[in-house]
């Protein structure tokens, strides 16, 4: 079987038509067609579930999907150790991140790479916590920014300390000025979005013993500071989100101290190519000049 096959495996795989695998793999809808057919009658069981709107991996298609993507990783992983060797500092690296993370870091951390390794290929791809994660757990992407806990068997390698807030209209005003204690937010609604209720946020929340029935979700954090500014509830947000956002909405720190941690994740570093650890450098670097001594936490993971 040809690497070919495998990677026409992997791209329908995830874009879920075989006319956008086409695209992507600049082939024909019928050369996709084909290439699965015959890997489907080389492995004796069907790899896709057919319909009228695109296709989705049967049962036998997500057990062996990750070891497909394992082969075509140790191939990109050879090929660029053969480069290192030769001197040729060529790669590509699949780079995961939540919206906070795409927007305010890795915009600075790509471009110090960049200038180190010109030469290595960099995709981003954006997505919530979990689905950063089990794209790397499959190897659709070589690492990612996720945030703790982590399920997935990966190595994970905590980053950074988000402290989280209290967002509010200009109208509210906390009893005790500068904090906000359970008396201010008692019987308030709050604003969030669904994927932060299963992590740090919730525990602040359970801590201030608000009910799941007084939370209502929106669909990114700039919704959610429209919702507040419009008197609809209150927020909670991690400082690295309300950084580039705006609007007429004040912040407070809770009365007790709540985070959430910022984590990178990956496979083990024997299975990480040479373009990947370099990458794990800069962003170790980048952290340690952000925020100081926390980023030796980084480094004394790496």
Same mark, same amino acid.
């Given at each position: 079987?040809?690497?070919?096959?495998?990677?026409?495996?992997?791209?329908? =795989?995830?874009?879920?038509?075989?006319?956008?695998?086409?695209?992507?793999? +600049?082939?024909? /809808?019928?050369?996709?067609?084909?290439?699965?057919?015959?890997?489907?009658?080389?492995?004796?069981?069907?790899?896709?579930?057919?319909?009228?709107?695109?296709?989705?991996?049967? /049962?036998?298609?997500?057990?062996?999907?990750?070891?497909?993507?394992?082969?075509?990783?140790?191939?990109?992983?050879?090929?660029?150790? =053969?480069?290192?060797?030769?001197?040729?500092?060529?790669?590509?690296?699949?780079?995961?991140?939540?919206?906070?993370v795409c927007i305010n870091w890795l915009p600075?951390?790509?471009?110090?790479?960049?200038?180190?390794? /010109?030469?290595?290929?960099?995709?981003? #791809?954006?997505?919530?916590?979990?689905?950063?994660?089990?794209?790397?757990?499959?190897?659709?992407?070589?690492?990612?920014?996720?945030?703790? *806990?982590?399920?997935?068997?990966?190595?994970? !390698?905590?980053?950074?300390?988000? *402290?989280?807030?209290?967002?509010?209209?200009?109208?509210?005003?906390?009893?005790?000025?500068?904090?906000?204690?359970?008396?201010?937010?008692?019987?308030?609604?709050?604003?969030?979005?669904?994927?932060?209720?299963?992590?740090? #946020?919730?525990?602040?929340?359970?801590?201030?013993?608000?009910?799941?029935?007084?939370?209502? @979700? +929106?669909?990114?954090? =700039?919704? !959610?500071?429209?919702?507040?500014?419009?008197?609809?509830?209150?927020?909670?947000? *991690?400082?690295?989100?309300?950084?580039?956002?705006?609007?007429?909405?004040?912040? @407070?720190?809770?009365?007790?101290?709540? @985070?959430?941690?910022?984590?990178?994740?990956?496979?083990?570093?024997?299975?990480?190519? *040479?373009?990947?650890?370099?990458?794990?450098?800069? !962003?170790?670097?980048?952290?340690?000049?952000?925020?100081?001594?926390?980023?030796?936490?980084?480094?004394?993971?790496?």
């Amino acid at each position: 079987m040809s690497t070919f096959a495998y990677e026409v495996f992997s791209e329908v =795989a995830k874009q879920k038509t075989f006319f956008a695998a086409a695209t992507q793999l +600049s082939v024909t /809808p019928s050369a996709i067609s084909h290439s699965i057919a015959g890997l489907e009658k080389d492995l004796g069981f069907s790899l896709f579930i057919r319909s009228r709107t695109g296709v989705r991996l049967t /049962p036998d298609g997500q057990k062996i999907l990750p070891i497909i993507q394992g082969i075509l990783n140790a191939e990109v992983k050879l090929t660029e150790e =053969a480069a290192r060797i030769n001197g040729l500092n060529e790669g590509r690296i699949r780079i995961g991140a939540f919206s906070s993370v795409c927007i305010n870091w890795l915009p600075d951390i790509i471009r110090s790479f960049k200038k180190k390794y /010109p030469k290595i290929e960099l995709s981003v #791809t954006q997505g919530n916590f979990n689905e950063v994660a089990e794209q790397v757990r499959v190897g659709t992407l070589d690492i990612g920014f996720s945030a703790l *806990p982590i399920k997935e068997k990966l190595e994970v !390698i905590p980053l950074h300390r988000d *402290p989280i807030y209290c967002i509010a209209p200009e109208s509210f005003k906390p009893q005790e000025n500068k904090i906000v204690t359970r008396k201010d937010i008692k019987d308030k609604s709050f604003i969030l979005q669904q994927i932060d209720y299963d992590r740090d #946020t919730k525990r602040a929340l359970d801590a201030y013993d608000v009910s799941v029935n007084s939370i209502h @979700y +929106s669909i990114d954090d =700039a919704s !959610i500071i429209a919702m507040v500014e419009s008197g609809l509830g209150l927020g909670i947000l *991690p400082e690295l989100a309300l950084q580039k956002l705006s609007g007429n909405v004040n912040q @407070y720190p809770f009365k007790e101290r709540f @985070y959430r941690t910022i984590c990178l994740v990956s496979h083990s570093e024997a299975h990480q190519t *040479p373009s990947t650890r370099a990458f794990v450098r800069v !962003i170790q670097k980048y952290l340690l000049g952000r925020y100081g001594d926390e980023g030796q936490v980084l480094q004394q993971n790496f």
